[in-house]
């Protein structure tokens, strides 16, 4: 019947919709839409742990088309998952499959849009509703409903939205329903803008309606089972000034008792509270972060664990890496509680070739935590509130890093880059990585040296080259220089040379290499050419086995070797 109703409601608004375009002459059609396919063929590789596969190719292909006029849109995504890319199903199988499962019909006019069927959504920071697709870490959350966005009068938005979390090829039991409200200010009082400040106040409201009835769970050492709300209730609250040169947000997020397999079952309520603060102008910028969460996982399914199912999303507050052996060791923001600072000072001197810097410090600690009495499990109690914890408290620290950029062009054709990373990783809470011979690994602190060189050689041709080292030790002390090497997986070095010759072509090498004990390469190389709306990359290489991460979410990647081959197209 849903499918029914879906489709019936989608064919009598597009009629409406429709028969209002036509009083309007200058109705535009347009139709676009993009493919994109990774393919690896892959081999095994036991010195690197690549392991075996019984298909011969494994692939993660999305085909996405939409139709857009002036008043209304629709569109359909069709996914390949059957034999994933590795990494994407070894914890949860239902990744695989094939089929349509996006697709949705929108109208949209001046006072208010109307969405039918699939949709994405997010409210404030995030905090308590952030639906969104990153294909990178297979997560697509996409509730399949509808949504409601009013615009009633000048600077007020309101939203309205109600549906089911997809996980993979189906779609939870739980209803997810929620509001929000947005009162532009600046856009009521004239001298708000005569002064070039903009002052935005916002709330939200989310609730996730699950049967009490499913997924009972049994108490160790007990006779009885425990009682699950049915309806689960969050709420946020924020407000963003931007003034001048200066902008600050502040924002908390509350969350009714939600007992889950995350949470270890307990009957603690959320919280979440941040304070942000930045300063820009040319030539100089200044940002300062805080961050205190306290149990805010909030999934469509309480018994469900990974990447799928999250309702919300609790943002990272470290600064985001794109170098190899920067990311070697990435942060994931942790659900069950954490306290994270960040700081961050960007300079650029005068002139056409002066240098510019830029410092970056992020720490993050655990909450300080008072363990309830009762059955246990991993420490929390079963059917209790968990634990206490004192708002101002401070508990161990999980991460920590400070990071140096210095940039400069010295002439037209040549720019160097530099950069210092020291970063600590409690590798006991965060991953547990254990070394290549089986030993236990306890804290981990790295330094990394990276220099990133580019060269215009001519008008066509341009070269650019990566030198990384990382020096890893034993940081269970804090010590800044610390330079024994019992860290997870010892040093390492890194190296890559690009190519690219315009319009088409571009040509990389690079390896990864294990300078510890295990004196692995990790070496890939790939051509890749581009024409049109059309790249193709075609590569060889091994993967080192670790995590891929972006903005504080992280999947595991397994080791792997093989032909790679990725095709792009957007029309």
Known sequence: MRPVLFFSLAAALAATTTATAQENNDDKFVVSGSIQSDVIIPQEDTEIGAKKYNEWALT???????????????????????????????????FKGWGVPNFYIKTHFDKFDLTLGTFYEQF?????????????????????????????????????????????????????????LELSLDQWFRGFQENNTYLTLGASWVNKYESADEDNVMVPGASYKLKFPSTV????????????????????????QDPSFENKYVYRTGRVGMLSASYSRKGFSMLAQAKRSDNMGFRSARSVTGLSSNINNLPAFTMEQTYTLAAL??????????WAFQGEIGYKFKGRYAPSFKLNYSHVFDIDKNFSKGPHYDGYGYGSNGYGSAFWKIGKSFYRDFNIQYEQKYSRDFKLNFMYMNQYYNNDVLTAIEREDGAHVGDVLNHIFIADAKWKMTRKMTLRGEAQYMK????????????????AQGDWISGLLELSVLPNWMFTVSDLYNAGETKHHYYMGSVTFNYGAHRLQVGYGRTRAGFNCTGGVCRYVPASKGVTLSYNYNF
Do not use: C, M
């Open 329 to 338: 060791y990435p942060y994931a923001t942790r659900s069950d509680g954490e």
């Open 60 to 94: 993660n292909t999305y085909a996405d088309i939409a139709a857009r006029s002036n008043h209304l849109d629709a569109g359909l995504r069709f996914e390949f998952t059957k034999h994933p890319l590795p990494g994407y199903a070894d914890t949860d199988k239902s």
């Open 124 to 180: 404030g920071s995030g905090f308590i509703l952030r639906t969104y697709e990153e294909r990178s870490l297979g997560i697509d959350n996409s509730l399949l409903g509808g949504k409601l966005v009013l615009r009633p009068a000048k600077g007020v938005q309101i939203k309205a939205l109600s549906g089911k979390q997809r996980h993979y090829w189906k779609w939870n039991d739980a209803w997810v329903t929620g509001g929000d």
């Open 472 to 487: 890893s030790s034993d940081g269970k002390d804090y010590q800044i220089f610390k330079w024994n090497s019992n860290g």
């Open 233 to 256: 209730n969050a709420f946020d609250v924020r407000a963003n000034l931007q003034t001048g040169d200066f902008s600050f947000l502040a924002e908390y997020a509350w969350k009714t």
